[in-house]
């Protein structure tokens, strides 16, 4: 016979004999309390070819009267009652977003750092100082972030294929 999954109906108590195997410990009785709604697992036996008990592990006798066989069935739910066969859809996610957002940082960063460095090459800016190059990288920064957020970032949306 098989193992299966059995639960329990009743709370009871089932003994068990402990083994010691010395000469100087004898054999011990206890008792093993099973309660209401435990699962357990075990092999249902017959006596003349009718079930008599449930062997749980090599020990424990279960009575058939407090235990019920435990039944799994697979739910399917569906709007007419029928079961109809899933299709598989396969999305793929945009390629690392936040990769979009560091690229679009970091070029504009740079773009704003060479912007205001050519300005002051050129004589657009009369004082030279580096404050505004920092200031130009970070505008940079943050207008490269802009733009890859509006006009990047909303237009690539998941692909479904089927």
Same mark, same amino acid.
């Given at each position: 016979?098989?193992?299966?999954?059995?639960?329990? @109906? =009743?709370?009871?108590?089932?003994?068990?004999?402990?083994?010691?195997?010395?000469?100087?410990?004898? =054999?011990?009785?206890?008792?093993? =309390?099973?309660?209401?709604?435990?699962?357990?697992? !075990?092999?249902?036996?017959?006596?003349?070819?009718?079930?008599?008990?449930? +062997?749980?592990?090599?020990?424990?006798?279960?009575?058939?009267? $407090?235990? &019920?066989?435990?039944?799994? &069935?697979?739910?399917?739910?569906?709007?007419?009652?029928?079961?109809?066969? =899933?299709?598989?859809?396969?999305?793929?996610?945009?390629?690392?977003?936040?990769?979009?957002? +560091?690229? $679009?940082?970091?070029?504009?960063? +740079?773009?704003?750092?060479?912007?205001?460095?050519?300005?002051?090459?050129?004589?657009?800016?009369?004082?030279?100082?580096?404050?505004?190059?920092?200031?130009?990288?970070?505008? !940079? $920064?943050?207008?490269? +972030?802009?733009?890859?957020?509006?006009? &990047?970032?909303?237009? $690539? &949306?998941?692909? @479904?294929?089927?």
């Amino acid at each position: 016979m098989a193992i299966k999954s059995y639960i329990v @109906t =009743q709370s009871f108590k089932t003994p068990l004999v402990r083994v010691t195997g010395m000469a100087h410990k004898p =054999q011990e009785i206890r008792f093993k =309390q099973f309660r209401k709604g435990d699962i357990v697992k !075990g092999e249902l036996k017959h006596a003349n070819n009718k079930p008599a008990f449930v +062997l749980v592990g090599s020990q424990l006798v279960v009575p058939l009267n $407090a235990v &019920k066989e435990l039944v799994t &069935k697979e739910i399917v739910s569906s709007a007419d009652g029928e079961s109809k066969p =899933q299709e598989k859809v396969k999305i793929t996610p945009n390629k690392d977003p936040k990769m979009k957002y +560091l690229d $679009a940082v970091i070029l504009g960063g +740079l773009a704003g750092f060479g912007g205001v460095y050519l300005a002051e090459k050129q004589g657009w800016i009369p004082n030279v100082d580096k404050k505004n190059r920092i200031y130009g990288a970070l505008v !940079g $920064a943050a207008a490269g +972030l802009y733009l890859v957020y509006r006009f &990047k970032m909303n237009k $690539a &949306k998941p692909k @479904t294929e089927e």
